[in-house]
């Protein structure tokens, strides 16, 4: 027990590990302890003072975030004179604060509107004027800074010093007249610039991607994985499932990517919207002529086309941005089944498959390597990660089906694969993302599921498996993930 | 005079000497005596020392400094001493006074203490808008290294202390500690969260003490003396001496150096002279702008010590005594101390931050005439909300309002209701 | 099982004044409708009714008719697309895309505001949620139309009904823009005002 300490709080006891503050303590307990300055993810700055907390034989309240609990400790949050401070506390923050909430991004999930729910509720003593501070200033290629809505509590400025250590960040002149801002001309570019939105409590900074775009009440969240990189980031998707269309991508706290995500992660909803996706089932109809159909018309032809040939001379190219259980259903039944051996792998030309940035993202820009490489070892295919684009083009087969990768974003060379691939005899391509000139000079095409629209998971570069367990419903009609086509297919080919 | 209590003169043994600055004045008297006193016992014994004697710090606190010492872990590894000498309690010019007097007293100081606690580096940050004393402070270093005092192996005794000095940008924050510490690392100026003390972890983070320039400068005397000596002078909690420097429409204003528990009339009245002609004593602030006044009838029978001060529910402080004369109006005076701090406020944690500006911005209204009498309460309820509720002591700001609310109301009530004709005589 | 023997309460006698009572109040009513119909088919009495529509009819400013949409001074609209009165409808007849506005102090405007008027249930539950009191429920009744006009009301629409302003308030207030020092400095005052870390 020596490495544990047990104090009281809010009358029961608690244990945990030595070095532990109250304020950890409390999170961990569910214990609500009003708080602004406090981050998980960053070092203690205890400069919002709002986390005060009473501790039985000290004169003064502490701050929750600085102090250690210690054994036999008693420590109380919901009495009167707690509850006084955290009411002087919030008007302490609110005294300047505009109180622009309904132009304001952050309104619906600020912590300054809801500690005010939860520990306020009361008429404002402020009847001077408010100090009157830069507002909408362009301080970054992903966003805007509001001076006035901040509340100074230096996160942004840790996270500059401490996560991207780019130091981008500080609080300029001092006292009531004190603003977060950056260095002479300099603007923030670095790739992790949305956390800052998502750290400040406030709506001090705004993303400039999310902008005005939906108010956050209205968002349904759930929770995924990114397909930017073998990183394989936890985060929720946010979307509105009756308008089909989503709205931004936050991160989720897990142990593979703490609190932070990379904002070209947070880019992947562009192209899981509905002008950016592949909508139809296009294929040569009797008269030979290319037109758009539905799904049975499009599934018996590739049936048929399947039939027809030879099975030496049908060839898979897999890309990486499938999950898993895909993987192992389009494997056992072209592999297994039907004995194809011609599998290639799909990637982009020119990658750096160990590069790292230091924080999350990766140079295999796949989010699946891993578990293509277990799949195809499983089923006795060689596992060695290569890209084979252009052995398929070289292999001779006269069907080609092809795997897309998801977004551009992480596979730039996309367009000119498949321009080369639509020079093939037949080519099959699955995708999810639309490229309009391109897609149409290719034979046959099945709109795949977007990323947060299956169940399934991805194996990330440590071989963590992330579960995509909470789909939204397919922003396409008609979309199909590759099981079931597996399924389909094999229905019709009997 | 008849005064009983006799004056040691410990800081201000040079006063009246002729280039008293000098490294071969203070020799002829002494000076240096005790540094090699005290190189030759061992570094605990010199805290003990300093812990017997009841030295307690003189920058405001009043901590007890050898007990500061003794935080410092006793490990191998850099380790810093600083010299607070960012002297901006307003009303305060004891330091300066120092150093016009003997800057070889702090540096002697300085290299005793610097031993006790095993520092090898130390600074003295210094308040810029010192000019003549930054260059006083600068030719004694210099000289103390050409006599071998400071640099390797002082006095062939081997130890080695350095010893810089830094320019402050005049920031009263800067005087806190831990914004010292901050300031001295090239960061912007604000306190640090504490725990870790600086004793610790503090500059550079590596084990920081951090004393008062008065302070450091009484070791020396204190080691040469023994503690015992130090102890016969002053009261028994609070011994020793102290400068105070008395400001005012006195007749004779400035830095005296008497015995704590002196009487704080005596000091007014003979000291410095008494008041001017046709002026009446309305307050008194006893301990530098951050302490709450006190009425004529609160100090007649004041002793000028730790205890009483405190006692009477106000501080010692810097040992910054102001005279606030009758005709002074007590508003205005509010309305520059709130100004003070609101300018002061190194903006970090909220209720300082914000409270400091809405007080001033409340006291606006009593100029425009917008204030009402509930602005008192007001006033009076955000100060009992910032008081010890920020990293830093500078939030107590809120004390000296607190004083003058509880004190004067009356006068701010009447302030309010009398309109137009208002006077807006302020004398400080 | 328990059997309740219940008794047959004896005639009550004033049932049957009751019941005389009933016929003589419908004949009383009969004679007062009566009364006044010939009262003002004779003339003799002024009618309420009116000949609509080939009588023209108002309602009271407060009526929650037509909704429309408040204006600055400047003409343009007060709303802030702050989605409130989306939230608040229960019908979800509001639609609204927000933009970025050329004016800073403004910084956030409707692109489109439209709402799908055979939706509305006119419960006026966006006039209490706006806070800006931009968009209000006006005395318009008259919404009669085909199938083949235009159902959904567009900001401009909404905003710009000149046959309103007769007698209804649609601008309101001064410019109400944020009084930001920042926009109304010159671009030499904005660089001081935003320190950039000189010390």
Known sequence: MSDSVTFKLDGRDVAVPKGWTVMQAARRENVHIPHFC???????????????????GRPKMEIACNLLATEGMVVETTSDDVKQAHKWGLEFHLVNHPLDCPICDQAGECELQNSYMKVGKYKSEMHRPKVLKPKNLDVGSQLILDTERCILCSRCVRFEEEVTKTNGLGIFDRGDRAIIGTYAEEKIEHNYQENLVDICPVGAFTSKEFRFKQRVWFLEEKDSICNGCSTGCHI?????????????????????NGHWMCDEGRHSYRYLNPEERLSRWWYKDNMNERIAGGKDEGLSILARKLKDTNIDEIALLVSAHQTNEEYEALLAYFVKELGISKVYQWRQDHEDINAFDGILLRGDRNPNTLGLQNALTKFGLKAEVKNEFEKCLLSGAKVVIALCPESPQSFPELKEHLAKLSEMPFVSAWSAHYLPEEIETISHTVPLKGFVEKRGSFTNHEGNIGELSDPFPAVIHGAVDVCEMIESLRELMG | MGDTITKVKILTQYEGMSNSRSLSTYKEHGGYEALAVALKKSPDEIVSIVKDSGLRGRGGAGFPTGLKWSFVPKTEGKKYLLCNNDEGEPGTFKDRYILELSPHMLIEGMIISAFAVGAQKGYVYTRCEFF???????????????????????????????????????????????????????????????????????????????????????????????????RAIGTEKSPGTKLFSISGPLKNPGVFEVPLGYPMMKLVEEDAGGLLEGEELKAIIPGGLSAPVLLPEDVKDLTLDYEAIAASKSMLGSGA?????????????????MDFYHHESCGQCTPCREGTGWITNILEGFFDKSATVDDIDQIYAICQQMAGRTICALSDAAMPTVGIINKFRDELVSYIERGTERERFSYI | MAVIKVEKPPFDKNILFAAMNTFLQIFRGLWMT????????????????????????????????????????????????????????????????????EDSRIEKYPVRFEIDILRCVFCGFCEEACPLDAIRLGPEFVMTGTAEDKWVYTKEFLADRPELSGGIQTMRGSNDKHPSIYHQASADERKSLVRHGHH
């Open chain 1, 38 to 56: 406090y981050h998980d993810g960053l070092s203690v700055a205890g400069v919002c003072r709002f986390c005060m907390v009473k501790v039985e």
């Open chain 1, 236 to 256: 929720s998707m946010h979307g509105k499932s009756n308008e089909l269309r989503y709205y931004r991508v936050k991160p989720k706290h897990s142990a593979v």
């Open chain 2, 321 to 337: 005594i102001t005279i606030i004369p009758k005709r002074q109006c007590m508003v205005e005076l509010l309305k520059l101390i």
């Open chain 2, 132 to 230: 003549d004393e930054i260059k006083w402070l600068d030719d004694a270093i210099k000289e103390a290294y050409e006599a071998g005092y400071l640099g390797k192996n002082i006095l062939g005794l081997g130890f080695d202390f350095d010893l810089d000095q830094y320019q402050g940008a005049g920031a009263y924050i800067c005087g806190e500690e831990t914004g010292l510490i901050s300031s001295l690392e090239g960061k912007k100026g604000q306190p640090k969260l504490k725990p870790p003390f600086p004793a610790v972890s503090g500059y550079l983070g590596c084990p920081t003490v951090v004393n008062n320039t008065e302070t450091l400068s009484a070791v020396p005397w204190i080691v040469k003396n023994g503690s015992d000596a130090y």
């Open chain 3, 34 to 101: 009566n009364k006044i119909m010939f009262k003002q088919l004779l003339k003799i009495e002024k009618t309420d009714t009116l000949e609509w529509p080939e009588q023209p009819a108002t309602y009271g400013p407060r009526f929650k008719g037509r909704h429309f949409l408040t204006r600055r001074e400047d003409g343009q609209v007060r709303c802030t697309a702050c989605f409130l009165c989306a939230t608040a409808c229960p019908a979800e007849c509001i639609y609204i895309e927000a933009g970025e506005h």
